[in-house]
């Protein structure tokens, strides 16, 4: 069969457990013509012979679609009661129990979610803008971001950074703890530093990064709060989005438990991981509607 880029398939030697697009196509030194894949729910780019690949017709994609779906529209309900827990748990306090009826507004933590996919990008603003996370989004290739990193931290001045675009780890490069076996580990680890240059405190600015497979141990020692991937596994495009609204909506009074994060999350303690970390919601009063 030939394919074409832009054909949705799957690999048969992975039991075409992911969906992908074909965004591109290269020749080997051996001469041979391989596929470069876009995973279409996972962050990950991979190559593949064409042999090893199957389409993927539509009805199979509309199915796997809405079983994606599904599995988000659990996460995001779950964030929702977690929000509605913790406002009803504010309301309490700032009105002393309740003897007061003083008004009080919310101040989420702002996030600058910096990614090298244009694609998943816009899909995580558009969550964030359902839950009502404030965000600014820059799409930035996964190469560039530690040259960027300083000048945008002192223009958008977040609470929470997010890291992440693509990676995937190969063993033909190296063993699982060469950080140059991975695609853009070593970028973001980078990134983290940089960042961790202009704030140290692991508290004042909450970092998130990563992508699919990335080497978590190396993310968490630059700086990381929280990180992918533990268990090398494929992480869901949207997983960064959920991890940033809890530690957004969480008061900073409050130290996250990590699980409490990661039960949100798609991809869970496989694919993400973390440490204890402070929430940087604030509440003000009082609060005059125009």
Known sequence: MQFQIGDMVARKSYQMDVLFRIIGIEQTSKGNSIAILHGDEVRLIADSDFSDLVAVKKDEQMM???????????????????????????????T????????YFHMPGKVLHLDGDEAYLKKCLNVYKKIGVPVYGIH??????SASIEELLDKYRPDILVITGHDAYSKQKGSIDDLNAYRHSKH??????????????????????????SHFESLIRAGANFAS?????????????????????????ERINVWEVLRNTLTREKGLGGIETRGVLRIGMPYKSN
């Open 229 to 253: 991937s533990p268990s090398r596994v494929n992480i869901h495009a949207l997983d960064p989005v959920y991890i940033v609204a809890k530690i957004s909506f969480t008061p900073f009074m």
């Open 140 to 145: 930035c290739h996964e190469k560039k971001m």
């Open 64 to 94: 796997r679609k809405k079983k994606d779906e599904s599995r988000m529209n659990e996460s995001l309900e779950l964030l929702r009661q977690d929000y509605k827990l913790l406002r009803e748990k504010q309301e309490y306090y700032a």
């Open 188 to 213: 973001f680890v980078e990134t983290v530093q940089n960042a961790r240059k202009k704030t140290p405190h692991l508290d004042q600015l909450v970092i998130f990064a990563g992508a699919c497979q």
């Open 96 to 103: 002393s129990q309740y003897q007061h009826q003083e008004h």
